[in-house]
């Protein structure tokens, strides 16, 4: 069985507080770069996930020869729903 040590205590509290220091210092070192690799990682995804689904929608348009379009919605105009009269009213004193 060992006994704690007071100079014991304060080596593991300087190591502590050391690596603390130094694990920061890193980190806004290398922390910016590697959320920057990350960001450009996603972006080359999505653009390549773009890029396939632009081919995928090119093909499909090829082999799907008849295209309809629905203008019937185009010639009616959009109605608003009129919920209830608008009521001027004045203040009398």
Do not use: C, H
């Amino acid at each position: 069985m060992q006994l704690a040590s007071f100079s014991g205590f304060i080596r593991t509290l300087f190591y502590i507080i050391a690596f603390y220091y130094i694990f920061r210092f890193l980190a806004k070192l290398f922390l910016p770069l590697i959320v920057k690799k990350v960001v450009e990682k996603a972006g080359e995804n999505m653009y390549q996930q773009q890029q396939r689904e632009q081919q995928n929608s090119w093909q499909k348009k090829q082999n799907d020869e008849t295209v309809i379009y629905n203008t019937d919605n185009v010639k009616k105009p959009r109605e608003t729903k009129k919920v209830g009269d608008y009521v001027d009213y004045e203040e009398i004193d």
